[in-house]
Structure formats: structure tokens, C-alpha cells
């Protein structure tokens, strides 16, 4: 089974908002409200900012927001700061491998 | 404060073995499913392991699958990754995190670094 699709990189200026894809199967993101998504900034361990395809763990900010339409999830970030640019995972249950993740998306703020 | 701290990381040779430690505090580790995911250098991130909280279940990527076993010491609060039959392929940081439900992983520890070259 392949990674979740995700683009290699996105781009915004600060106040901006920017939505990251995540494309996957039936199989997985489709078939599952086990979608979530993670934030690694370099050097760093990854950090949980949505889990359930839409839910914010305590302590991350709102700006971030998760959905899903079909086979497809997104992650939207709302009024881009700088501190947000960082690399972007989002990952699925399957019942296939367990567990996938994407290959990563890098968000740039201008 | 939930904390997850690794160790155990370093260079190995090929066909060789390691075992990698994760020791957790903060919150009742027997309560949770606890994973390993490991990021080659420059690359994404892959799940490794998990263990079910009494360590009663295992699962593996198919990658691992006969090479690596993960476990857990529950009286300790601690759990392990052994590698055996080492590949150049399995250098990574490897993290432990902690399973929310479903694969999805709430907390992280930093990471500890394998290298696996002759």
C-alpha cells in the first residue's frame, strides 16, 4: 500500500490561509474518521494537531482546522503565522497495514 | 506533564543488533497502546510497531516483520524496540509515541538516532 498523496510543498504570507490534501483510498482515509495530522518543525519530533479527520488536541490553535470528503482529507491553516512553517504528516487507519502515513507536505511562509 | 525520552540509539553494522528503550512519565502507562515510528534522514515518517497495553498484541510494518520485536515493562514504564538483522535501510530516528486510539499518536518522545553502516 502507498503513501497518503500529499503535495511536496505549499506556500503562503503571513494572514493568509492555506489548505494541504490528503489523498488516499477506501481503504483508508475514505473509510475511516481516523484521519490525523501532524506538524514537525526541523530537528523536532512530530506534534498531533488534528486527530478524528476534525478534532484539535488541548492546547493547539484553532487556526487549525481538519475535514474529509471522500477519499480526500484536508488541513487548513487560517491567518498563517511564521511559526507555523514546518513540515506537515497526515496519516490514516487502515485495516490493510494498520496505519499509513503521507509522504509530507512542506509549508512555506512567504 | 506526559514525557517520552528514547535511548539506546547508535551506529551499528549490518546484520547486526540494537535494542532501543523509551521511558515514559506523566500519566498511567499501563492505560495505553504505545507505538514506534521511525523517520529516515531527510524522508517521511514510517510506523514501525505497537504494542497493546498488557503486551498481549503486536504488530509490525511488513518491512520488520521477523528482524524486530517490541515490548514493554509496564513495572518500569518502559518500552523497547529490539533489532536484529540490521539493514542499511533501517537507518532512522526512531520515536516512541504514545497511541491516542486508532494510530493516531497524541504524544512524542525526541527521538533517538540509528545508523546502521559499515
Known amino acids: 500500500q502507498s503513501a497518503l498523496t500529499q503535495p511536496a510543498s505549499v506556500s503562503g504570507s503571513p494572514g493568509q490561509s492555506i489548505t494541504i490534501s490528503c489523498i488516499g483510498s477506501?481503504?483508508?482515509?475514505?473509510?475511516?474518521?481516523?484521519v490525523s495530522w501532524y506538524q514537525q518543525h526541523p530537528g523536532k519530533a512530530p506534534k498531533l494537531m488534528i486527530y478524528?479527520?476534525?478534532n484539535r488536541p488541548s492546547g493547539v490553535s484553532n487556526r487549525f482546522s481538519g475535514s474529509k470528503s471522500g477519499n480526500t482529507a484536508s488541513l487548513t491553516i487560517s491567518g498563517l503565522q511564521a511559526e507555523d512553517e514546518a513540515d506537515y504528516y497526515c496519516s490514516s487507519y487502515t485495516p490493510i497495514t494498520h496505519m499509513i502515513f503521507g509522504g509530507g507536505t512542506k509549508l512555506t511562509v512567504l | 506533564e506526559v514525557q517520552l525520552v528514547e535511548s539506546g540509539g547508535g551506529l551499528v553494522q549490518p546484520g547486526g543488533s540494537l535494542t532501543v528503550s523509551c521511558a515514559a512519565s506523566g500519566f498511567t502507562f499501563s492505560n495505553y497502546w504505545m507505538t514506534w515510528v521511525r523517520q529516515a534522514p531527510g524522508k517521511g515518517l514510517q510506523w514501525v510497531a505497537i504494542v497493546k497495553q498488557d503486551g498481549s498484541e503486536k504488530y509490525y510494518v511488513d518491512s520488520v516483520k521477523g528482524r524486530f520485536t517490541i515490548s514493554r515493562d509496564n513495572a518500569k514504564n518502559s518500552l523497547y524496540l529490539q533489532m536484529n538483522s540490521l539493514r542499511v535501510e533501517d537507518t532512522a530516528i526512531y520515536y516512541c509515541?504514545?497511541?491516542?486510539?486508532?494510530?493516531?499518536?497524541?504524544?512524542w518522545g525526541q527521538g533517538t538516532l540509528v545508523t546502521v553502516s559499515s
Open positions: 478524528d479527520v476534525s
Open positions: 509515541a504514545r497511541n491516542l486510539h486508532y494510530y493516531q499518536f497524541d504524544y
Open positions: 477506501s481503504s483508508d482515509v475514505g473509510g475511516y474518521n481516523y
